[in-house]
């Protein structure tokens, strides 16, 4: 069973019951978002050694919060069971403690945490709302936490707050996308030459670093033109061999990878001319819309 799985009936067997009888005018969400490979499915066995095991996350209001929270997180402790289908509850190997701070509250013996919804993204956003985000709020996210905080699952959502900043947090204002795409094609079309002119040298180890770096490149290229949010580097290969489009660009990439003459990493080419015209194409669009959201 993977993580979400095992957290979901973790809410519906062990904590929403519980929480129907130890707070039962509360008003609540509850998910698991944040972090851990289970939110983007790619959990396995080794996954289990650090991070991971029945989790929940539940959000409440600010008031609510501060009136019940660490209540709720002690009585808990005293009804919780040592484990939930086999696995245990408890913190084990977790470098991500249980949360303690002014809005979030948990603690080492399970993994029920409770958060308000301000604090979580002012986690890992700096922000804390969502409504009228401008254009150089939206560079500074990084990808894996966007990617984090849409993905895993809402198991439970009272007043469709956590949905709704999920929804607005979905992808990227096409203006911002736009001008992603033209500065990671810019990005490449400043290297591309450097594979061969490396080579030309005798630096082959140089041409093999740059071809590697511009096959990255490329692969968060075609991310953005899937409209989809990159993971960070251990994943990435993982959450590319996903997309749609990777079936025509990864034969290229390999090709660049395992050559071993630089004139055969040359001549690669990445599959850059299909996703070139592409983004070219957006780049002329960015022109055209929005000239003065983003400097």
């Known amino acids: ?20 009888e130890a ?3 509360l008003r609540y969400s509850a998910a698991l978002i944040g972090y851990g490979s289970e939110l983007i499915g790619f959990d396995d066995e080794v996954s289990k050694d650090h991070n991971w095991g029945p989790r929940v996350h539940i959000l409440l ?22 484990d939930y289908l086999g696995e245990p509850i408890g913190w084990r190997s977790r470098p991500h403690p249980a949360s303690n701070s002014v809005e979030a509250a948990g603690a080492l013996g399970h993994g029920l945490e409770f ?13 804390r709302s969502v409504e009228n985000l401008n254009a150089l709020q939206w560079l500074g996210f990084a990808e894996q936490k966007l990617l984090a905080f849409t ?13 709704q900043a999920r929804d607005r947090l979905g992808y990227f204002p096409e203006d911002v996308w736009l001008y992603k795409i033209a500065c990671q094609w810019r990005r490449i079309s400043e290297e591309q030459a450097f594979v061969g002119r490396a080579g030309q040298v005798g630096d082959d180890l140089g ?29 990435l290969g993982s959450g590319f061999a996903r997309l749609p489009i990777a079936e ?5 990439l390999k090709r660049a990878l395992h050559s071993n003459a630089w004139t055969a990493r040359g001549r690669a080419r990445l599959g850059l001319p299909g996703i070139g015209a592409q983004a070219k194409c957006d780049r002329h669009r960015l022109l055209r819309a929005n000239r003065g959201s983003i400097p």
């Open 23 to 25: 707070a039962p005018e």
């Open 248 to 252: 025509a660009l990864s034969p290229h």
């Open 1 to 20: 069973m993977q993580g979400i799985e095992l957290s979901r009936g973790f809410y519906t067997d062990i904590v929403r019951p519980w929480l129907s």
């Open 61 to 82: 209001s600010r008031d609510d919060f501060g009136n019940c929270a660490r209540r709720l997180v002690d009585e808990f402790s005293k009804f919780a069971p040592a």
């Open 151 to 163: 993905s895993g699952a809402v198991f439970h959502d009272d007043d469709s707050r956590l949905s």
């Open 115 to 127: 958060h308000t919804l301000e604090a979580l993204l002012e986690g890992h956003f700096a922000v």
């Open 207 to 235: 041409s093999r670093v740059i071809a590697a770096r511009l096959v990255r490149d490329v692969m968060r290229m075609g991310f953005l033109l899937e409209r989809r949010y990159a993971p960070y580097s251990k994943w």
